[in-house]
Nanobody
């Protein structure tokens, strides 16, 4: 069993900052890419940021220059530093990761966290 647990959400004023964390635990052999997604009320889930095992990153256009994704492979944790937040950033934020539970697996499996609410007040 593999679990992803997000933390760090809450109520933030517009223009402020917050850092989200997502820790992977359980039966883990290796973690490949790790991502942050978000889903606002009435909208589809959308990718926010992506980071490879080696640290290469990719961002959605609507967060470029404001959000930073990073990871600590030793801690099996991915972070999302959110700066200059806007009311439009209000959503449930989910982490996702491609994880091998066993070295014999040919392909990793995708796992999702339960989400953490971020609410930005104007």
């Amino acid at each position: 069993q593999v679990q992803l647990a997000e933390s760090g959400g809450g109520l933030i004023q517009a223009g402020g900052s917050v850092r989200l964390s997502c820790a992977a635990s359980g039966s883990i052999f290796s973690i490949n890419s790790m991502d942050w997604y978000r889903q606002a009320p009435g909208k589809q889930r959308e990718m926010v940021a992506h980071i490879t095992r080696g640290g290469s990153t990719n961002y959605a256009d609507f967060v470029k220059g404001r959000f930073t994704i990073s990871r600590d492979n030793a801690k099996k944790t991915v972070y999302l530093q959110m700066n200059s937040v806007e009311p439009e950033d209000t959503a449930v934020y989910y982490c996702a990761a491609d994880i091998w539970s066993d070295f014999r697996e040919a392909q990793p499996s995708r796992y999702w966290g339960q989400g953490t609410q971020v609410t930005v007040s104007s």
